[in-house]
């Protein structure tokens, strides 16, 4: 199943796409701009990841998921702990850090 990358960063989304080419995962890109409902609805079911940081994204989650997200993982600067209690409560399956993400990204895209 496909990774739905919703990141706006050009930094972490460079990190997403190498670690997928070479990994052979599938990964999807949300169109910027678009709600996060709207994005899986368009591509297809699979799993979310999004930038918690992003405006409008923690409140989409409930949304994407009856679109099709089997799975949202989420991540956010360390010292955003009030998104993280938002995200954890809106249905976020996993929240991580920035670091926890670099770290466990393989894993993730394995998954899929």
Known sequence: MPVI???R?????SKIFAAAERLGAEVRLAPRG???HEAVRTLGPGTVLADLGEPGVVAD??????AGATRVIGFLGHLQTDLMDQATAAGVDEVLTRGQLVQRLDGILREG
């Open 9 to 13: 960063d050009l930094v972490f989304r």
């Open 61 to 66: 989650v409930p949304a994407a998921r009856q």
């Open 34 to 36: 678009t709600p996060l």
């Open 5 to 7: 990358v919703a990141v």
